[in-house]
């Protein structure tokens, strides 16, 4: 089974920067597409970022693309969030996910992950 860790999350002021970090363990997901979601107080879960297996393939939201950056480590074991730019309504707690799927598709909906984190807390400042 896939484990999920998140860390980086924090409280940072509006405009400034962070670094999520998702480490896989358990088995190595060379072989799965990651997606990072966010869910603020209130709202449903939203999609943020994808990136397939490959590496080759990636997908933001709308309102992240430019600011946000996806991508996977050397090992593929490993996959980051960074966030520039940051606003207040990006405060939300920030979930990775994984799932198996070969090559380089990408997957936007939650429902297509079968693995997820416990999730890490972004906290913008205005």
């Known amino acids: 089974q896939v484990q999920l860790v998140e860390s980086g999350g924090g409280l940072v002021q509006a405009g400034g920067s962070l670094r999520l970090s998702c480490a896989a363990s358990?088995?190595?997901?060379?072989?799965?597409?990651m997606g990072w979601f966010r869910q603020a107080p209130g709202k449903e879960r939203e999609f943020v970022a994808a990136?397939?297996?490959?590496?080759?393939?990636?997908n933001y939201a709308d309102s992240v693309k430019g600011r946000f950056t996806i991508s996977r480590g050397n090992t593929k074991n490993t996959v980051y969030l960074q966030m520039n730019s940051l606003k207040p309504e990006d405060t939300a707690v920030y979930y990775c996910?994984?799932?198996?799927?070969?090559?380089?598709?990408?997957?936007?909906?939650?429902?297509?992950?079968?693995?997820w984190g416990q999730g890490t807390q972004v906290t913008v400042s205005s």
């Open positions: 996910a994984a799932n198996y799927a070969p090559g380089t598709g990408v997957l936007v909906t939650s429902s297509q992950y079968g693995r």
């Open positions: 358990g088995r190595t997901v060379i072989n799965y597409a």
């Open positions: 990136i397939s297996a490959s590496g080759g393939s990636i």
